[in-house]
């Protein structure tokens, strides 16, 4: 099993659609939880962290279900901009160091 | 601001060529250094991390290595480059305590011919 799963997609959606998408982790000890953007043949970017308590960063929501090990992303108003690979990341304690393990991400695709 | 810089862009080498990569971090000080690479349509693979000069992780092992000089420098080198060593390479650099985010380089877009 993988320790941090991601429903590839593509997921194809209309512009000024809402979409969401869900990352689970099988490490119940994961400390810390991100989400990046990956544009094609770019670098990922950090898009924003995920608290415990949930966080909104204008049409971006990033929630964490600890319970249930997952975490979702919520984006509102979708724009032809948000086209892109999701990567999500959670970190743990190994090996005298937080590592960082990647999701293989999510592609979405806004359409006009 | 703290700045990643990764060269070159891209590189085309023939199999069985030496590769040389660098990465250099500015704006910070001690930072945890990484590479990745990403095959194409694949996740991340962390390859080498470093907590400090000198100081080198290796997670998977192959014909690759790291060095790490100077404190804000990352090379990631191969003897003899391998057609499965094609991919996009990644730098990426991190503060040294807590569960922290990476930022990471432009990339060198690698193809082994």
């Known amino acids: 099993r993988k320790e941090v799963e991601q429903d590839p997609g593509p997921f194809n959606v209309p512009e000024g659609a809402t979409v969401a998408f869900n990352c689970t982790y099988s490490?119940?000890?994961?400390?810390?939880f991100f989400w990046y953007r990956q544009d094609c043949r770019k670098e990922p970017k950090l898009l924003m962290s995920v608290y415990s308590s949930g966080n909104e960063d204008g049409r971006f929501t990033a929630q964490l279900n600890r319970a249930s090990q997952y975490i979702s992303l919520l984006i509102r108003d979708s724009k032809l901009s948000d086209s892109a690979t999701y990567l999500c990341v959670v970190t743990l304690f190994m090996d005298s160091n937080y590592q960082l393990i990647w999701g293989a991400g999510t592609k979405l695709i806004i359409k006009p | 601001s703290q700045t990643i810089h990764q060269w070159p862009a891209t590189l085309v080498q023939p199999v069985g060529s030496p590769l040389s990569l660098e990465c250099t971090v500015e704006?910070?000080?001690?930072?945890?250094l990484y590479w990745y690479r990403q095959a194409a349509g694949r996740g991340l693979q962390l390859l080498f991390y470093s907590v400090g000069i000198g100081q080198i992780s290796s997670e998977v092992p192959q014909n690759l290595s790291a060095s790490r000089p100077q404190d804000r420098q990352f090379i990631l080198s191969s003897k003899k480059l391998l057609l499965s060593d094609s991919g996009f390479y990644l730098c990426?650099?991190?503060?040294?305590?807590?569960?922290?985010?990476?930022?990471f380089g432009p990339g060198t877009r690698l193809t082994v011919t």
């Open positions: 490490n119940s000890a994961s400390q810390s």
């Open positions: 990426a650099w991190s503060v040294q305590s807590g569960a922290h985010e990476q930022y």
């Open positions: 704006g910070t000080s001690n930072p945890n």
